[in-house]
T-cell receptor, first 113, second 110 residues
Framework: QKEVEQNSGPLSVPEGAIASLNCTYS??????FFWYRQYSGKSPELIMF????GDKEDGRFTAQLNKASQYVSLLIRDSQPSDSATYLC?????????????FGSGTQLTVLP | NAGVTQTPKFQVLKTGQSMTLQCAQD?????MYWYRQDPGMGLRLIYY???????DKGEVPNGYNVSRLNKREFSLRLESAAPSQTSVYFC?????????FGPGTRLLVL
């Protein structure tokens, strides 16, 4: 089993709809979870991070974490064509020397005008 | 403030050739990282450096070496390139929760 699993998609939603991206993980000791967005041919950029069970909202984005079920999700409300990108889920490994992230393979999202 | 910069942007190598990928950050971050990204595989950590003078192996270190030249610069060396090292390489640095990525180097090994 991969440490971080994501549905590769592609996921298509119409403009204005809610896009739901999901991620499951295997390491129960993981404490911190991240969502990165990567446009085609570009580098990843951080959207949100979440540490605690429940929801965390930032503008149109909501991250949800359920440690008991070992999943983390990202909701994008009022999806726009500019949200079309690959979304990478990552978790932080416990490490004494530096933050180390383990990434999923990403979900490709297309928002249709 | 350029953030994280990488050179070169593109490179084609023949099997067995060597090269060094350069990375620099101007944000005064302690931790720096090298990743590779292959289609369908996500980002995989090659090496990282928690601070100047230290380096550690990540998930896929075989075939690579690194040097943390100073706080700003972290280079990745391929001593004898192989076709399996064809990939996009990203350098990153970290401040608190955020990893900042460079623009990437596309490497093709023939």
């Amino acid at each position: 089993q991969k440490e971080v699993e994501q549905n590769s998609g592609p996921l298509s939603v119409p403009e204005g709809a809610i896009a739901s991206l999901n991620c499951t993980y295997s390491d129960r000791g993981s404490q911190s979870f991240f969502w990165y967005r990567q446009y085609s041919g570009k580098s990843p950029e951080l959207i949100m991070f979440i540490y605690s069970n429940g929801d965390k909202e930032d503008g149109r984005f909501t991250a949800q974490l359920n440690k008991a079920s070992q999943y983390v999700s990202l909701l994008i409300r009022d999806s726009q064509p500019s949200d079309s990108a690959t979304y990478l889920c990552a978790l932080e490994r416990a490490s004494g020397s530096a933050r180390q992230l383990t990434f999923g393979s990403g979900t490709q999202l297309t928002v249709l005008p | 403030n350029a953030g994280v910069t990488q050179t070169p942007k593109f490179q084609v190598l023949k099997t067995g050739q060597s090269m060094t990928l350069q990375c620099a950050q101007d944000m005064n971050h302690n931790s720096m990282y090298w990743y590779r990204q292959d289609p369908g595989m996500g980002l995989r950590l090659i090496y990282y450096s928690a601070s100047e003078g230290t380096t550690d192996k990540g998930e896929v270190p075989n075939g690579y070496n690194v040097s943390r030249l100073n706080k700003r610069e972290f280079s990745l060396r391929l001593e004898s390139a192989a076709p399996s090292q064809t990939s996009v390489y990203f350098c990153a640095s970290t401040f608190v929760e955020t990893q900042y990525f460079g623009p990437g180097t596309r490497l093709l090994v023939l």
